[in-house]
């Protein structure tokens, strides 16, 4: 009986596992035809100055666009490209769109101080990623001192001497790097201090309960004191109140990214953001 009962069960998970299996080649075929039939969008999410107010750049991220259906976010898709070489392909469109699109701003007169484009640690672990990224700058007429790459901790615990080294190549070309969702994971505060990053990027998770969870307020208020000491610039993001953006600002954090401020933008949407914001500042001054 209780034999039975376990064979069931067994069988009942085996099932579960080939859905979810079939689920994920079903989705990964269709991120392969996202990619050759033209279906990912990339939207931009402004970046203020949290002092003045002033834009100081833009987070691009990647969207699916399937047609006919709503618009895909990269929950749903970027971990099952990034069990494949898929992070790749979807990373150098990614990264070309990006520059792309910012130089053709660039020559409209749109000034933006610069745009930050995230990085998968499976991407940045290619051996061509550091000729990839001189390859896309030279076709795209990308200046490289406006680029800002956004990794994630999860790449520094393994390889790091290898890390390093391909980020200070990248950094001679003029690139800035920040560390994505910074607390979150588990890097060691050891390489921290070596790495060649410029920023650390608060965390949502930390911002979302300010001024509720007194511990959040006080790894937040942490990790902006240490940034500030080790030479780092802080963005927060997901800063949706004011009363998140009061904190921040009081606690001497620079920039900052959200729904306060802005959703991602479409491209289309972007470029008449930066027309208002750049309006404004001339009626200001
Ligand atoms: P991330 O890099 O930490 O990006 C910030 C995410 O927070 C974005 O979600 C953004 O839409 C969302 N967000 C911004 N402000 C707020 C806010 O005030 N409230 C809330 N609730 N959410 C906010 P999104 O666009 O869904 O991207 C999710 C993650 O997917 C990104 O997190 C990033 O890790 C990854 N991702 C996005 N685009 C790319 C890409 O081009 N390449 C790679 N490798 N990963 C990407
Ligand atoms: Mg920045
Ligand atoms: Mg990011
Ligand atoms: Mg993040």
């Given at each position: 009986q209780a034999k039975s009962a376990g064979r069931k069960a067994l069988r009942f998970f085996e099932k579960g596992m080939q859905r979810e299996a079939d689920q994920r080649l079903r989705v990964y075929n269709q991120l392969r035809e996202a990619l050759s039939e033209n279906q990912l969008r990339l939207y931009y999410q402004p970046q203020h100055l949290?002092?003045?107010?002033?834009l100081m750049g833009a987070e691009a991220l990647v969207r699916w666009q399937p047609p006919g259906k709503m618009l895909v976010g990269p929950h749903s898709f970027i971990h099952i490209a990034e069990e494949s070489e898929l992070i790749w392909d979807i990373g150098c469109w990614v990264l070309q769109e990006a520059c792309k699109t910012f130089v053709k701003w660039q020559s409209e007169g749109?000034?933006?101080?610069e745009i930050s484009v995230n990085i998968s640690a499976r991407q940045f672990a290619q051996e061509e990623f550091v000729d990839f990224i001189t390859e896309v700058l030279d076709k795209t007429g990308m200046?490289?001192?406006y680029l800002n790459l956004e990794i994630t901790?999860?790449?520094?615990?393994?390889?790091v001497e290898t890390t390093i080294s391909k980020m200070n190549e990248l950094k001679k070309l003029g690139i800035r790097f920040s560390i994505d969702d910074f607390g979150a994971g588990y890097s060691s505060l050891a390489y921290l201090k070596r790495l060649p990053v410029d920023e650390l990027k608060v965390d949502r998770s930390f911002v979302r309960d300010i001024p509720h969870d007194r511990r959040n307020m006080a790894i937040v208020e942490t990790i902006i004191a240490m940034a500030q000491h080790l030479g780092f610039s802080v963005t927060a993001e997901g800063v949706e109140t004011h009363q998140q953006r009061d904190f921040l600002t009081h606690r001497g954090c620079l920039f900052y990214q959200g729904f306060l401020v802005s959703k991602p933008l479409s491209a289309e949407a972007m470029r008449h953001y930066m027309q208002e914001h750049l309006q404004r500042k001339l009626l200001r001054s």
């Open positions: 949290l002092k003045t107010g002033e749109l000034r933006l101080p200046d490289a001192g901790e999860s790449m520094l615990v393994s390889h």
